[in-house]
């Protein structure tokens, strides 16, 4: 629409994973040619789980100039407006459409530390949901970024057992481009032993902390970094 829009009536090619090998020699030897060739894509950015990739490194590997154009990405867009962090993340695509392949996928990412992102089909919404508290447990939080930039926009988080009972109240929540924001794992510190705490104490009261954090430590077997965290942690209170 937008290139009737725009009169615009260049021929168009029809890139799919089954074609577009066979389709990027082809389209090769037009830009060799000297033809210009514009990639894009029918919503968001080319390549981000769309066909073109085989495309763009053949190009490469012909020393053939591929020019970006930034454009939407519902990812993105998602992941600013999650309240999650976004300094380290990691972009997964869909989840496979089988229970089984569901599970495997998210037992591999259990302990992922990075935030984690998926796309979702409305259809499979609520049993990709139910994966997710399985696997990582209901009180992961998730984020769930619904139709976005559109008239019934919504962006909601909660802990994956809340968000789930939220979705299943209205079916409307679960229509629509879905983007599912998880947060990443986080490592749960062990509890010091009582016993290495008060020989920490007492080796405090003779010996330079760390020496005293070390010496504890061997004694006790237990992590120590642990106990000189634990002490510094102490003489701020």
């Not at 066979?22 to 769309?50: C, F, H, M, R, Y």
């Not at 989840?95 to 259809?123: C, M, N, Q, V, W």
């Not at 009180?139 to 968000?163: F, N, Q």
Request: some cysteine.
């Amino acid at each position: 629409m937008l290139l009737q829009h725009f009169a615009i009536n260049a021929r168009l090619f029809a890139l799919h994973d089954h074609n577009e090998q066979q389709k990027a020699e082809t389209l090769v030897a037009k830009l060799k040619a000297g033809q210009n060739i514009a990639l894009v894509s029918d919503a968001g950015t080319p390549l981000i789980n769309d066909p073109g990739y085989h495309l763009v490194r053949t190009c490469r590997e012909a020393n053939i100039r591929v020019v970006p154009l930034p454009g939407p990405c519902a990812a993105i867009a998602a992941l600013s407006a999650a309240g999650l962090p976004s300094d380290r993340f990691c972009y997964e695509g869909f989840l496979p459409a089988k229970s089984k392949g569901r599970r495997d996928t998210l037992k591999a990412l259990e302990e992922e530390p990075r935030t984690i992102i998926f796309y979702e089909s409305t259809h499979r919404l609520l049993e990709s949901l139910e994966d997710i508290c399985a696997v990582l447990g209901e009180s992961r939080y998730v984020v769930l970024a619904r139709e976005l930039t559109k008239t019934w926009e919504s962006i909601h988080g909660a802990p994956i057992g809340e968000l789930l009972a939220w979705v299943k109240e209205d079916e409307n929540r679960r229509k629509g481009e879905m983007v599912l924001i998880v947060e990443g794992f986080k490592a749960q510190e062990e509890a010091l032993p009582a016993v290495a705490l008060r020989t920490l104490a007492l080796l405090q009261a003779e010996l330079p902390l760390k020496k005293a954090a070390a010496l504890a430590a061997e004694i006790h077997g237990v992590k120590k970094n642990a106990l000189y965290k634990y002490a510094l942690e102490q003489q701020g209170d």
